[in-house]
């Protein structure tokens, strides 16, 4: 890691990977977040509705990535001003409470266009079994 409070766009590259970031999944968390979306299928709204279709917990919705893939984003070190221009994400395996998860970053591309600091960043998540859950590609422009 630099001296520095953050990291300035020519510092990044390509390549660059950031520590891993983990995060454990509560019933809580999954309630809480179904409530905030208004989440109405039932197969995530409770570990009874889950069993029935044939999984041993609650199932988290798979926009609820957005949570834990964003800890590990939130970890890495950029200035302020910057802007998340878009993510993309590709849902691999069903996220349950009590996985414990670990998302690990890159950065994979970067560039400059229309005079603005573009950086990719791609994201895998892993639960304890060392499955893939997720994987996300993130776009943001640098501010300096």
Do not use: C
Request: glycine content about 4%; charged content about 25%.
């Amino acid at each position: 890691m630099v001296s520095k409070e953050y990291y300035l766009w020519d510092e990044l590259e390509i390549g660059r990977r950031f520590p891993q970031v983990e995060y454990i999944v509560k019933d809580q968390t999954i309630t809480e977040y179904n409530e905030a979306v208004q989440e109405k299928n039932d197969i995530y709204l409770s570990k009874e509705n889950a069993l029935k279709y044939g999984f041993d917990s609650t199932i988290a919705p798979p926009t609820m990535a957005a949570i834990y893939v964003m800890e590990a984003f939130k970890n890495i070190p950029a200035p302020p001003g910057g802007i998340h221009a878009k993510q993309m994400f590709e849902f691999i395996k069903p996220t349950m409470a009590g996985d414990l998860l670990r998302t690990s970053v890159v950065v994979v591309d970067k560039y400059i266009k229309r005079n603005k600091k573009y950086v990719e960043m791609a994201s895998e998540t892993l639960n304890q079994e060392g499955d893939i859950i997720v994987k996300s590609l993130m776009t943001r422009i640098w501010s300096k």
